[in-house]
């Protein structure tokens, strides 16, 4: 018998309209769908008229239910796999029954759809072009800033998820250690209460401190650090004698002054690049 197809399945965020037409047919052709949570998938399902069993698949029972879900598709079943909202596997259970299913010859397929991560990052304003997904950082107040601190040079945009009850400390600390970086906070994206806040990490920390309660699920995206060019020694003195007329010892202090370069070190370069050029003045006195 040949082996079932194991189906990543994107699901709504929270407006149930945001799935696919594709999404739906698999959902109900399957022989059962694997999620996390019943309550919330059957919504989803019934709002479509889908009918096919639900199997529970969460991080406190993922390694007993994904032999479940192996044994089914070594007998040909299908499975699909979904999370409570967005994309399995990413900041949810699904990694390892895919990497499970891998090992087995399991041949999978991935219908893809909504993801918090690209939504909040698309929004925000900030660059697209180069970016790193954090997911979420330990609870601890010293690893997280331990964590923070070892992405303060980061120049990606970084994209961050949060429990609503720590987004306030979470900015707090990222302005502490990240300083006055422009920030974007999205919350309950695609429900009713959607919200985008945009601003600097110490303008978003004092809106979200100043609440009594934050409801909802959180995304932050966060401006990477400036990127500085380093320039050597050779580039920094070619430009300078572009449009200099005076003695090297003269350019050499001039450059070393602005620099903070050795002097000595910029008039050796000076005195090369004007020896390869024949533009030595005369008289270096």
């Not at 990222?174 to 994206?189: F, P, S, T």
């Amino acid at each position: 018998m040949a082996l079932g197809t194991l189906y990543i399945v994107a699901t709504p965020l929270g407006n149930l309209e945001d799935i696919t037409f594709r999404a739906l047919r698999v959902l109900k052709e399957v022989s059962v769908v694997a999620c996390e949570d019943t309550r919330r998938t059957v919504k989803l399902l019934n709002k479509y008229e889908i009918r096919t069993p639900l199997a529970i698949y969460h991080d406190y029972n993922k390694q007993r239910a994904s032999l479940g879900i192996l044994r089914r598709l070594r007998d040909g079943e299908n499975v699909a796999l979904v999370s409570d909202a967005g994309t399995p596997a990413i900041s949810d259970p699904g990694y390892e029954l895919v990497r499970d299913a891998i090992t087995e010859g399991v041949h999978i397929e991935v219908i893809p759809g909504p993801s918090a991560l690209i939504s909040a990052l698309v929004v925000s304003g900030l660059p697209t072009d180069h970016f790193t997904f954090e997911g979420f950082l330990p609870n601890r107040k010293e690893k997280r800033r331990k964590a923070l601190s070892a992405l303060a040079e980061e120049t990606r945009t970084m994209i961050f998820y949060e429990s609503p009850n720590r987004i306030a400390a979470f900015l707090s600390e990222a302005a502490g250690i990240m300083g006055d970086r422009r920030a974007c906070v999205v919350r309950e994206l695609t429900k009713i209460h959607e919200e985008i806040l945009r601003g600097t990490l110490p303008e978003l920390a004092a809106q979200m401190g100043a609440r009594e309660s934050v409801l909802g699920e959180v995304t932050l995206v966060v401006a990477g650090a400036s990127k500085t060019i380093e320039l050597s020694v050779e580039d920094i003195v070619e430009a300078a004698l572009q449009d200099a007329s005076g003695s090297s010892r003269d350019l050499a202090r001039e450059i070393s002054e602005r620099t903070g370069l050795s002097r000595k070190e910029v008039y050796a370069e000076v005195m090369k690049q004007r020896s390869q050029k024949g533009a030595e003045p005369a008289s270096e006195t």
